[in-house]
């Protein structure tokens, strides 16, 4: 690494399960732990457990912590605010880590770090428009144009979950609005798409229609089930990925990457049934050629890597003084 990444870095990945905290030298890994995060305890818990691990890793005197959060964010105060994702709904995150290491703490939404973390140490070190989007629970995305790091005024410049992708669809999503991908394509929106799909299902009864029927078909169940040749799972998982098409295709309309990186459990989990396929359906919806889709380099630890890159690299959007 170049001057400037010598040193002792905390980087933490506050996800809406997990928590993960890793110690490192430059951009060595030197230990790491993955724990649940707080859901109770008031607006101080995620950093009351995010120093209890930042000790056990043994992380006594740090130079600068990374910290990559589920949104939406008050970037200028580092904290999270009246999130869906967490029971706290509000919590501090850099006023308490400052105080507690006496150290540069920076903090970004998980998939703003994600991209930053490609382009500072990932496969997207050479490109200056990149982005990067998690399917997973929710969908979210982070973006870079002109090799600049897009944040938005608190932050949240990257919610494109609930971009709509389907005007007629009667679905709600969780914020509220109708016909966002995050509640068509989702995790959490599969087992009431699923629902719908069975209503019209014309085909043969197969196991996933009759989950589906009853509104238990959830995503795990969903892909295991496509793979395993279920006639049923096999359409939805093709109608899910066109909505991945969809919404790729309007971020490449907004943003023009070079390369999309993707992420996220419901992606990792089931790159076999879904990389190749938003692939072919991408032509469908984009303007002009469609930008390369590549899995995220650090797969699961994207936004942990992004932390460390906030730290490393500091970008100048989140450097200047509020
Ligand atoms: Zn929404």
């Not at 964010?73 to 869906?84: A, H, Y």
């Not at 490609?118 to 990067?132: C, H, Q, T």
Request: charged share 25%; proline share 5%.
């Amino acid at each position: 690494m170049r001057a400037g990444s010598e040193g002792t870095f905390l980087a933490v990945d506050v996800g809406a399960t997990n928590l993960r905290v890793a110690l490192f030298r430059g951009n060595e890994l030197q230990a790491k732990s993955v724990v649940r995060t707080p859901t109770t305890g008031g607006p101080y818990a995620v950093a009351r457990k995010i120093l209890r691990e930042a000790e056990r890793l043994g992380a006594d005197r740090v130079d600068a912590v990374g910290v990559a959060t589920i949104g939406p964010l008050d970037i200028k105060k580092g904290m999270v605010i009246d999130t869906p994702n967490n029971p706290l709904r509000t919590f501090y995150l850099r006023e308490p880590l400052e105080k507690e290491f006496k150290a540069k703490v920076v903090v970004a939404n998980d998939c703003v770090a994600a991209v930053w973390g490609e382009k500072v140490l990932g496969r997207g070190r050479d490109v200056e428009d990149l982005a990067y989007v998690t399917i997973s629970s929710g969908i979210g995305g982070g973006f870079i144009v002109d090799g600049n790091l897009i944040v938005g005024w608190r932050g949240n410049a990257h919610e494109v979950g609930h971009l709509v992708v389907d005007y007629k669809a009667e679905i709600r999503c969780g914020c509220g609005g109708l016909g966002h991908w995050e509640a068509l394509a989702s995790g959490a929106g599969i087992p009431r798409m699923a629902y719908i799909k069975a209503k019209t299902w014309r085909g043969v009864p197969t196991e996933a229609y009759k989950l589906a029927s009853q509104m238990k078909l959830d995503a795990p169940g969903l892909y295991r089930l496509a793979r395993n040749g279920d006639y049923f799972a096999r359409e939805l998982v093709r109608e899910l990925n066109k909505i991945h098409a969809a919404g790729i295709a309007s971020i490449a309309s907004a943003f023009d990457p070079k390369i999309v990186f993707l992420g996220g459990s419901i992606f990792l989990n089931n790159t076999d049934l879904m990389l190749d396929e938003i692939k072919g359906f991408l032509g469908e919806y984009t303007l002009l050629e469609p930008p390369r889709i590549e899995v995220a380099t650090f797969r699961e630890d994207a936004p942990l890597m992004g932390a460390l890159a906030l730290v490393l690299k500091t970008p100048e959007v989140i450097k200047k003084p509020w």
